[in-house]
């Protein structure tokens, strides 16, 4: 089983601020990589794959990189919608899937 | 748009059958680049897949479930189930079902909006 360890848990950032979010696989995954937005009682949203693409409608301030086993999603300038919890997800090798434990974004 | 919901009791006894269905509109579950799976989230933690199966009726399972869970598809409703035996509260969550794609081809894109389950007598 693959396993994914996002850092921080926890995030504190202020609006306009960048946030930089990790996730580290414990094997390589390639770049078989995504990223998911998740808002209280809300399902998660796919804002990355590929490591680096953008899925449909996702703005711009959003992007991801890395290969292998380190990963990164930035947010450039965070908004007030932004602030939700962010989890990335590894679909290289499976069964099982697998995804990390979570980062928490806060408004400092 | 492709649009998923889950459906199924609520409230589950300890030791009995959790079942839940999910019904695909907007597109088939025929489709043969997709798979179908069952994700779950225990209260304030993360997301833990369950298993999933293809049209064909092929199906994959977490290990640590395995011994537990049944996912079956019924293509003519374009529908698949969950089944997931002696139920505890440790299995208490809101389930979600979703799609995905083959190994190393495409994540999980679509999510049930959820269906919260508790296991209490």
């Known amino acids: 089983e693959i396993v994914m360890t996002q850092s921080p848990a926890t995030l504190s950032v202020s609006p306009g601020e960048r946030a930089t979010l990790s996730c580290r696989a414990s094997q390589s995954v390639d770049s078989n990589l995504a990223w998911y937005q998740q808002k209280p009682g809300q399902a998660p949203r796919l804002l990355i794959y590929?490591?680096?693409t953008r899925a449909t409608g996702i703005p711009a301030r959003f992007s991801g990189s890395g290969s292998g086993t380190e990963f990164t999603l930035t947010i450039s300038s965070l908004q007030s919608e932004d602030f939700a919890v962010y989890y990335c997800?590894?679909?290289?090798?499976?069964?099982?899937?697998?995804f990390g434990g979570g980062t928490k974004v806060e408004i400092k | 748009q492709l649009q998923l919901q889950e459906s199924g009791p609520g409230l589950v006894k300890p030791s009995e059958t959790l079942s839940l269905t999910c019904t695909v509109s907007?597109?088939?579950?025929?489709?043969?680049?997709?798979?179908w799976g069952w994700i779950r989230q225990p209260p304030g933690k993360g997301l833990e897949w369950i298993g999933s199966i293809y049209y064909s009726g092929n199906t994959y399972y977490n290990p640590s479930l395995k011994s537990r869970v049944i996912i079956s598809v019924d293509t003519s409703k374009n529908q698949f189930s969950l089944k997931l035996s002696t139920a505890t509260a440790a299995d208490t969550a809101v389930y979600y079902c979703a799609r995905h794609g083959r190994v190393g081809q495409w994540p999980v894109d679509y999510w049930g909006q959820g269906t919260r389950v508790t296991v209490s007598s």
């Open positions: 907007g597109g088939s579950i025929s489709n043969t680049n997709y798979f």
């Open positions: 590929g490591a680096s």
């Open positions: 997800h590894q679909y290289d090798n499976w069964p099982p899937l697998t």
